[in-house]
C-alpha cells in the first residue's frame, strides 16, 4: 500500500490549517472520504435522484438498484449469510438501540442479566441501562484489567445461566483495545446468552467475519469507514429478526394495511421504515469498493507500524501519560501533565494537527482511569509517520508554551 497515492484520494487532505498543513488524527471520530465515494453520492443526486422499491420508472429501478446493491456489498463484506440480515440504519447508535428496544426489552426480565465492560461508548451503555430500568434485569459488568484488557476468566466468572444478552465493543475507541469477541460469543452461548458487537472502531480497520465471530448482532457506521454520514448497519442473524418487533412504524415497512391492523414486510425491509437513506447507502457502497480494493489486511497492517510509531515518539516526551495496552488499535489516548486535554487540542490545531479530546462519550471509563477528559490521536489509512513527528512536535511545543505560562 503505498500512502501517498492514498493520500491524494482524500481531497480534503490537501490543504492548510491555520497556516500549516493538515495532519488528521481524528478518524476514530469520523474518518475522511475519498473522491470515490464523494462521486458516487453525488453522481445518485445528479443522475438518477428517485425514491427506492415503490416505482417502476427507470430512475426509481436505478436507485433501487443502487441501494440494494450496496446492501450485498455489506453482506459480502462481513460475511454475512443473507442479505435480509442487513439492516440500514442511521449509525451503530441506532443499530444498538433497535435492539435493545425490539430484542431486549422482549426477551430480558427480573432476575436476567445483562453484561457489558465499563469501556463502552454510551451507544452501547445507555441502551442497557434502559432495558435494565424497564425489565428489572440486573446490568452486570466485566471487570478490566490494569491495561483496559479483559481477562477471558473475568468473562467466565461474570457471565452465568442467567444472562440473557452480552454486549461489547470489538474495539475501543478510547484504549485501542481489541476484545477476543470470538472467545467471549462462544461463552456467552454456553449460558444461552446472545451476543451484541459494537463494531464502529473495528469494521473499518480490520477484516470482520460475523459468522466467524458467531455474534448474534452487530452494528457498524459508514461515516467511521470513508462512508457518508448517517448511515450504519445492523447485522442480526435471520432466525433472531424474524422474531422481533420493527420499531418505528409507517410506510416502506408494511405489507399490508387495513383499518385495524396491519402486517410487515419480510426481511430486512420491516425494520427500514419510511424513505431509506438511499445516499448514504450508495455511498456506504463505494467506501466498502474502495477499502476492498485497498485490502482490510493491509489497513491493519499499516495502522500497526503507525501507532507503535506513535507510541515509541510519545513515550520520549516527558510528562506524557499513554493510556492502553501495548497492543491495540491505531489511536493513542493520552495527558499531558498539568495540561487540561482541551488545552491540548487548541494549541495543537493552531499548528494545524486536528486530534479529539473529552470524554469521548465514555464516561464510565474515564472514571475507572481516574482522569475528567483525555486527548486522543486516532489513526488510518492515509496517516503517515511524518504526521505523527509533526504532531509530537507540536505536543513539545504545547508543554513548553504552558510551562513558560505556567511555570
Not at 88 to 116: K, Q
Not at 158 to 169: G, L, P, R
Not at 219 to 239: D, N, Q, W
Amino acid at each position: 500500500m503505498n500512502v501517498q497515492d492514498v493520500r491524494k484520494m482524500f481531497p480534503i487532505l490537501d490543504q492548510e490549517v491555520n497556516g500549516n498543513p493538515l495532519v488528521y488524527l481524528d478518524s476514530a471520530a469520523t474518518s475522511q472520504k475519498p473522491t470515490s465515494v464523494i462521486e458516487a453520492v453525488e453522481d445518485y443526486y445528479r443522475r438518477y435522484n428517485s425514491n427506492v422499491h415503490r416505482g417502476v420508472h427507470t430512475l426509481g429501478t436505478l436507485a433501487t438498484d443502487g441501494y440494494e446493491g450496496a446492501r450485498e456489498k455489506v453482506r459480502a463484506f462481513i460475511n454475512a449469510k443473507s442479505t435480509e440480515e442487513i439492516i440500514f440504519t442511521r449509525g451503530t447508535t441506532t443499530a444498538i438501540n433497535i435492539v435493545a428496544t425490539s430484542y431486549g426489552r422482549e426477551n430480558v426480565g427480573p432476575g436476567d442479566e445483562i453484561v457489558i465492560t465499563p469501556m463502552e461508548h454510551h451507544s452501547n451503555i445507555i441502551p442497557w441501562q434502559q432495558v435494565a430500568r424497564t425489565t428489572g434485569a440486573t446490568l452486570k459488568y466485566i471487570p478490566l484489567q490494569k491495561d483496559g484488557t479483559i481477562d477471558i476468566e473475568d468473562v467466565k466468572k461474570t457471565v452465568t445461566s442467567n444472562t440473557k444478552i452480552v454486549a461489547v465493543m470489538q474495539v475501543s475507541n478510547v484504549l485501542g483495545t481489541i476484545n477476543p469477541i470470538k472467545e467471549i460469543t462462544s461463552i456467552a452461548h454456553k449460558h444461552g446468552a446472545v451476543v451484541v458487537v459494537d463494531g464502529a472502531q473495528s469494521t473499518p480497520h480490520m477484516k470482520v467475519d460475523v459468522r466467524d465471530l458467531d455474534c448474534d448482532f452487530f452494528a457498524f457506521s459508514g461515516h467511521k469507514m470513508c462512508g457518508p454520514t448517517g448511515i450504519g448497519v445492523l447485522y442480526g442473524k435471520r432466525e433472531l429478526l424474524n422474531n422481533m418487533e420493527p420499531i418505528e412504524f409507517g410506510g416502506e415497512m408494511i405489507d399490508f394495511v387495513g383499518l385495524q391492523e396491519s402486517t410487515w414486510k419480510e426481511l430486512p425491509w420491516k425494520f427500514e421504515g419510511g424513505t431509506p437513506i438511499i445516499a448514504g447507502a450508495i455511498g456506504l457502497g463505494a467506501a466498502i469498493d474502495f477499502l476492498s480494493d485497498i485490502g482490510l489486511e493491509n489497513i491493519e497492517a499499516h495502522e500497526h507500524k503507525i501507532v507503535q510509531y506513535a507510541i515509541s515518539k510519545l513515550s520520549e516526551v516527558d510528562g506524557v501519560t499513554i493510556f492502553g495496552p501495548k497492543e491495540r488499535a491505531g489511536l493513542v489516548t493520552f495527558n499531558c501533565d498539568d495540561v487540561h486535554p482541551h488545552d491540548v487540542a487548541t494549541v495543537l490545531d493552531a499548528e494545524g494537527v486536528a486530534v479529539r479530546a473529552g470524554h469521548h462519550c465514555a464516561q464510565p471509563l474515564m472514571k475507572w482511569l481516574d482522569v475528567s477528559a483525555t486527548a486522543r490521536a486516532s489513526f488510518y489509512l492515509y496517516n503517515t509517520e511524518e504526521d505523527v513527528d509533526v504532531f509530537v512536535k507540536a505536543l513539545i511545543k504545547t508543554k513548553e508554551y504552558f510551562g513558560n505560562v505556567f511555570g
